[in-house]
């Protein structure tokens, strides 16, 4: 690791959230959720916080609906009962239209990257800051900044069919945090990684959580990454991560898991690690 | 059992032209609304328009050849031979001209979208964009509805102008017709609602085209083979109501205008 400072594109004005929320508010809340596909739920009953600077790592096997959840979360889908609140607006009840802004203050990192192929890695790290109109070389010094952040800086002129899966997920992480957003969402970031290349990528999704202090749900179903995160810290002058002395965890952590379509499990990781629920035991066994 | 099917196959069928309704009419509103993209309209109206231009231009001088050739046989039969640029150019303007260059737009063009669009929904691209903050429908369907509505105006235009010059062509080289005979019974027997009829017909194809395309590559289900589907059934649907609109538009100016 040899980037050395978080990402804070709003101080140039750029990207001013619509945001309502103050330090007291959840940024994102959840109240008695429920979606399905073709008469089938998908989710049901979810409610659950974010608080400012918190992290929720979000657990579960795969197709529980994990995806599905931060999708709601960012109003790429609509809950078919129930209430969302991001910034303290309602989006469940929002128009489209009213949530591309608002969508403006939340950066999404998805499951494969979904970086935009036809594009270079400059323009698709830039691309909100150019449909915001900022001016070309702006938008490559932001870009630039970005991509030191996630050690990508040599790559602005490469396309994403250029680079690895690893560098495409650090890319994507880059495009998430270029604005500056108060809310990061994480879908699968180290699925299909390898293990060094996980642990990389966590170290980012940390290093974006103790320097910037961002809010976000880190969507994972692998076990290693979501206790790497809750149990190290990010040291800024040793520029790489620390595990916690022991039995200590970070304080901005903790868990949701779900299960069937139910949120069985909200609350920090020592109740994660000595819950009795036989799932959930199983689960991190 | 049968009749549930038939059931299930209506519903689709409605809410397909209930998706389609919708994705035009909101494509067509955001024409009006900021931002217009207008770099993104450009790029469109050269890959469609600019692109096209070898395949317009190559099938409107060989259909324009071949109609020069087959009506002049019948022709000659009647001693009226004289009369074979009135047919072409007639046959081009109102008819072959605007259908024909729809297709070989439609083949192009329609497939390229429906497969782009098809591509970025399957990896994401269109969810990404809309996480970060911009309308597909803004960003890359209306620049396409507006960049194939325009530039198949003008490249019918063209076909029916090389039409017309390649059955000239056919003509004077091939069946030793007089030239200046040939060009002035084109011209001459045009009236305002044959060009009219040409010249509204690409408006309609071209928004059939773009929409066509789009709708397809946005409702791509089902990874790379997906894709595939969607691309085959953008060009089928859109021939074929290119060929149901000609139908319809000509029955409507003939019936106003009388010819």
Known sequence: MSGNAGISGGANGATPPPTSSTPAEPIVVFDDVSIGFEQKPVLENISFQVRSGEMRILLGPAGVGKSVLLKLTNGLLRPDSGHIFVFGQEISAMREKDLFELRGAIGTVFQEGALFDSLTVRDNVGYRLSEEHLSEDEITARATEALRFVELDGTLDKFPSELSGGMRRRVAIARAIVTDPKLILYDSPTGGLDPITSTTIIELVMKQRDISHTSSIVVTHRLQDAFILAMHHFNLAQNRMELLPPHQTDPNTSFLMLHQGRLVFDGTTAELIHSTDPFIKEYIS | MALATIDAATKRGVLAVQEYALLSARALGNIFRKPFYRSDIFMQADIIGVGSLPIVILTGFFLGGVLAL???????????????????????????????????????????????????????????????????????????????????????????????????????????????????????????????????????????????????GMKTRGGTQGVGRSTTQAVVWSSILIITTDFMISRFLIGIFGR
Request: glycine share 10%; aromatic share 10%.
């Open chain 2, 70 to 216: 087959q009506s002049a046989s019948t022709l000659t039969q009647f001693g009226a031979e004289a009369f074979t640029g009135q047919l072409v150019s007639f046959s081009m303007i109102k008819e072959i001209g605007p259908v024909v260059t729809a297709l070989m737009v439609s083949g192009r063009n329609a497939s390229g979208m429906a497969s782009e669009l098809g591509s970025m929904i399957v990896t994401e691209q269109i969810d990404a964009m809309r996480a970060l903050g911009t309308d597909p429908l803004k960003k890359l369907v209306m620049p396409r509805i507006v960049a194939t509505v325009v530039m198949l105006f003008f490249l019918v235009i063209l076909s029916d102008a090389v039409g017309i010059l390649g059955g000239g062509f056919v003509s004077v080289s091939m069946l030793g017709q007089n030239g200046t005979q040939y060009f002035n019974t084109s011209y001459q027997s045009l009236e305002f609602p044959d060009i009219l009829q040409g010249l509204v017909k690409p408006v309609f194809f071209g928004f059939i085209i773009a929409t066509i395309g789009c709708y397809y």
